[in-house]
């Protein structure tokens, strides 16, 4: 049933779960841009929230520990007046051998309205998505808030929106993501997108061995030299360095990671002089990012985390309204 | 002028915009804020700002978040940023729409105004009443009155030169 449809849209085209920018029309992801935006100036209200959800419940059910996405999910739903359960699902039903499926089941059964998926295996909001579709909930949405190595939608959106709010336009922009690809899903979910809005330059940056293979297929260009990697490009996305892959064999030290793809003022002045720098975070300052551009004034780190939240929201009632 | 569709006749609205500022000339406070409900709305918040006498801030306010629909018509596309460059705490607020018909834009309007502050005083000045109300709302200044057929919306336009109109279509757009 349903084979070939974009479970992510329901019959009529509209947006039912964020599941992966993949496969995403352009139409639908400048639509979630567009809705984040009064969302963006809630600081000016008494009352930061409005009653869209009002009654809804969502359920945070991060299966891989994330304080930062998970806060900010719930950030997002509370001032869209949605009632927030958080499922530390790691210490409860599954260490006890429950079935994801059946984890589902017993919080539907219980009303819920949305849950926000942070999952270690690729595809697990994809399933819960299925499930409910093939048990007839499909009044109950799916928020993917990062799977394993596939995607982190939500992220990519609020970096699509942080581009669009500097750079205005994606079809004159070159830019660069640097480090380790390999392991993100938040340059995987960031290079689709830049990809469907029809940016044109996206360069890859890193050593060879987080690098994934046949990433050109993805329509970048690989560059293992930095400074030839920056040259003229518009936006650098640093991507963080996971101390824990620093013990593999993946790479020699951290010290020696720095040299090579960590961006300093030097390397920054490479790129376009008003080149923005982003990181998803959280960062380590001294291995992928010097002190001075983080905090300099190109950085648009922490902006990105205010339009995070913008974002969030308007994923959240775009899909809860479909 | 094109022929009115059948169900309403439709008033030049430009004239009932004269209409209505001299309705506010005499009724409102010489501070009052004038607000806007995008999108016809703002277009007669700029303008009545302009021909009505006295100092009148001039904000906008998008009530798509505040709207009694979204569980079943879904998030409106387009929705603005609701800017008030004043303080509503404490204001006198003359809340502006085109076309005033159920009710329930107002009710959405005055519920996201409170999320600002506490006002002083809301009153409401619309350009068309086209009766129908389903909430105990009514106006304080009014353009034109119209009778029309339920099954037609009536929406303002604007055109480049800043000339304002009034169309029918079918109802059920939103």
């Known amino acids: 049933m349903n084979a070939g449809r974009n479970p992510q849209l329901g019959p009529d085209g509209r947006l039912v779960h964020l599941l992966t920018l993949e496969g995403l029309p352009a139409a639908t992801i400048l639509s979630i841009l567009d809705a984040a935006e009064p969302f963006a100036s809630f600081g000016e209200r008494e009352v930061k929230k409005v009653p869209l959800l009002r009654g809804k419940a969502v359920f945070n059910l991060f299966f891989e520990n994330s304080t930062r996405t998970r806060t900010t999910f719930e950030i997002a739903a509370k001032r869209l007046s949605a009632d927030v359960i958080n499922l530390n699902i790691g210490a409860s039903s599954t260490s006890k051998g429950e079935t994801l499926l059946d984890t589902i089941d017993n919080l539907v059964a219980m009303n819920a309205d949305m849950f926000v998926v942070r999952h270690s295996q690729s595809g697990a909001p994809h399933l819960i998505a299925s499930h409910l579709l093939a048990t007839g909930r499909s009044h109950v949405h799916v928020v993917n808030a990062g799977d394993g190595r596939h995607a982190h939608p939500t992220q990519g959106l609020l970096d699509l929106y942080t581009i669009r709010h500097y750079k205005r336009d994606f079809r004159a922009l070159s830019v660069a993501v640097v480090g380790d690809v390999l392991h993100s899903r938040v340059a995987r979910s960031l290079i689709h997108g830049l990809a469907t809005l029809g940016t044109p330059d996206v360069r890859v940056i890193g050593p060879r061995t987080l690098i994934p293979a046949r990433v050109e297929g993805m329509g970048v260009r690989v560059f293992h030299d930095m400074r030839a990697g920056l040259a003229d490009c518009d936006v650098i996305v640093m991507l963080r360095l996971q101390n824990e892959r620093m013990k593999g064999a993946l790479l020699p030290s951290a010290g020696e990671y720095f040299k090579h793809y960590g961006l300093t003022d030097g390397k920054l002045a490479l790129a376009k002089s008003d080149a923005i720098v982003m990181h998803p975070g959280p960062m380590n300052r001294g291995i992928e990012i010097d002190s001075p551009v983080a905090d300099g004034e190109r950085s648009v780190i922490l902006p990105q985390v205010t339009f995070g939240i913008a974002v969030r929201m308007a994923v959240m009632s775009m899909v809860a309204g479909n | ?174």
């Open chain 2, 1 to 174: 002028m094109s022929a009115d569709p059948p169900g309403v006749h439709l008033p030049d609205a430009e004239r009932a915009l004269e209409t209505l500022a001299s309705s506010l000339l005499t009724g409102v406070a010489h501070d009052a804020a004038f607000v806007g409900i995008y999108s016809g709305g703002a277009w007669l918040a700029e303008r009545l700002g302009k021909l009505v006498p006295g100092e009148h801030p001039v904000g906008f306010i998008d009530v798509s978040f505040y709207r009694d629909d979204y569980a079943s018509r879904g998030l409106k596309t387009g929705a603005r940023r609701s800017d008030l460059p004043f303080d509503v705490a404490g204001a006198t607020i003359v809340l502006i729409d085109d076309v005033l018909y159920t009710g329930r834009s107002t009710r959405a309007a005055i519920n996201e105004l409170f999320d600002f502050g506490r006002p002083r005083a809301i009153e409401l000045a619309v350009l068309v009443d086209r009766g129908g109300r389903e909430l105990p709302i009514e106006p304080d200044y009014v353009g034109v009155r119209v009778a029309c057929a339920r099954s037609l919306s009536i929406v303002l336009s604007r055109d480049a030169a800043g000339r304002l109109s009034l169309g029918a279509e079918p109802a059920g757009g939103g």
